[in-house]
């Protein structure tokens, strides 16, 4: 059943209200307060979102992110494997640009404020519903008040555990989540072992993660020393703690340690055929294998955004179901494949290795650059994809050892 939005009874408040400040949040609130929109950009601030912080050059081109908040530019990345043979992999014409979240989701915040949406910072506690059926928001201010504003539509950008996914759409059943935890060190000198400014390090070993990665990622002055599970019992502590010895990082002054969840399984519904629609981690956007989530979060706030303002032009709720279905056919296949990967290589020290191996392959590099970097995969890459295939197949049957030679 679709409702209506217009609401005929009252005048809302605004048109919408966006809970969550995060990329989407602000994406969001951004995208409809240039579309004319009256929006409220509700966030209960106070916390620096954990993350590594990594973005793709589409995501810094789509989404104009200035030069200045690009604390670092990364050429490449070191694979390392369980037996501590590495990989280099660089990016080639492109970089991928770091960004320091304490400071990067305020600029987002400020640029949505600038563009006409209404700042309010308030802890979202639920939606109430008046005779003629619309939604009100209720939150807590900082004081400890309770307020409320009515809107004529909502988007729950809050996060991997969002509250407004819980109440409106639940449904929707919360899928499992890998947990990951960083500590932000202060940056070593350029010349350590094991480091390097302009290079993001990934290790796959048991030790540090029995089921992701672990990273060393620069930040300018700062580094992101990480690793995530969804092994219950893991230490991720222990692991990150191994994690800085194994790469004489453990002297390193630490400056915050903090974990979050990460959603790497898309919800599968994404609003409450009425009036209610869910973007970013808080509607499973984050991508399996990479944890990448920033970029993601804000594509999908981009298409809810065009959706929430077609279903307040036109008064019908069906707009705000277009935005999974356009999200899952431009990014669903990645994200399966993605799945995939994870769920096969990521699972022993003797797959981590092969996995690791392959990725010498001057085709796998290209092909993950080109589909991380610029999130297109181009047609002519048919040939590799094959031949990548054939390799894996060679590799998934132990035809051949992990470093090339045959078995
Ligand atoms: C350790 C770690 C490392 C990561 N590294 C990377 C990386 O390198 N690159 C990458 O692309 N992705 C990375 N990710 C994933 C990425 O951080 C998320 O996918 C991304 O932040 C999602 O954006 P979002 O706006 O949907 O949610 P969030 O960034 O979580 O924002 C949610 C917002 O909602 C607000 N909020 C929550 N609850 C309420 C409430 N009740 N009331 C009001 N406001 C509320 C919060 O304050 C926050 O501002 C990492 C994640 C983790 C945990």
Redesign the pocket.
């Known amino acids: 059943m679709h409702g209506s939005i217009r609401s005929t009874a009252t005048q809302a408040d605004v048109d919408c209200i966006v809970?969550?400040?995060?990329?989407?949040?602000a994406t969001a609130a951004e995208d409809l307060a240039r579309a004319g929109r009256a929006v409220v950009l509700?966030?209960?601030?106070g916390?620096i979102?954990?993350?590594?912080?990594?973005?793709p050059p589409r995501c810094i081109r789509d989404f104009a992110i200035p030069d200045e908040q690009i604390v670092a530019r990364v050429t490449g990345a070191r694979i390392t494997a369980p037996s501590d043979r590495h990989v280099d992999m660089a990016t080639g014409r492109d970089y991928v640009g770091m960004v320091d979240r304490e400071h990067f989701?305020e600029y987002l915040r400020r640029r949505a404020a600038s563009a006409g949406a209404s700042r309010v910072t308030?802890?979202?506690e639920r939606i109430e519903r008046g005779a003629d059926g619309r939604p009100s928001v209720v939150?807590r201010t900082p004081e400890g008040q309770f307020a409320s504003i009515a809107a004529r539509v909502v988007i729950g950008?809050?996060?991997?555990?969002s509250?407004v996914a819980k109440s409106e759409v639940p449904s929707s059943r919360r899928n499992p989540f890998v947990f990951?935890?960083?500590e932000i060190v202060a940056s070593p000198p350029d010349a350590t072992p094991h480091f390097a400014a302009d290079r993001c390090d990934i290790f796959y070993r048991r030790d540090f993660s029995p089921d992701f990665y672990a990273w060393v990622?620069p930040h300018g002055a700062t580094t992101s020393i990480?690793t995530?599970s969804a092994v219950k019992g893991f230490s991720l502590r222990q692991g990150v703690a191994d994690l800085r010895r194994a790469t004489g990082l453990g002297d390193q002054i630490t400056l915050r340690r903090e974990?979050?969840?990460?959603p790497l399984k898309p919800l599968k519904r994404w609003d409450n055929g009425r009036d209610v629609v869910l973007?970013?981690?808080?509607a499973g956007v984050?991508a399996p294998a990479s944890?990448?989530?920033?970029?993601?979060?804000m594509f999908s706030a981009r298409l809810a955004a065009e959706a929430v303002d077609a279903a307040l032009a036109g008064a019908d709720a069906r707009a705000l179901a277009t935005v999974r279905k356009r999200f899952m056919k431009e990014h669903g296949r990645v994200f399966f494949v993605l799945g995939m990967m994870q769920h096969f290589w990521y699972t022993t020290d003797a797959r981590r290795e092969r996995f690791v191996s392959m990725c010498r392959d001057p085709d796998v590099q290209r092909l993950t650059w080109s589909s991380y970097l610029d999130k297109r995969m181009a047609p002519f890459e048919f040939q590799s994809h094959l031949k990548i295939a054939m390799k894996d197949f060679a590799h998934l049957f132990s035809m051949i050892s992990p470093w090339g030679q045959k078995v």
């Open positions: 809970v969550g400040g995060g990329p989407a949040g509700l966030d209960r601030a916390r979102k954990p993350c590594g912080g990594a973005i989701d308030g802890t979202f939150y950008a809050d996060g991997a555990n509250a990951a935890y960083h990622f990480g995530g974990g979050a969840p990460l973007v970013g981690d808080a984050v944890g990448e989530g920033i970029y993601y979060a």
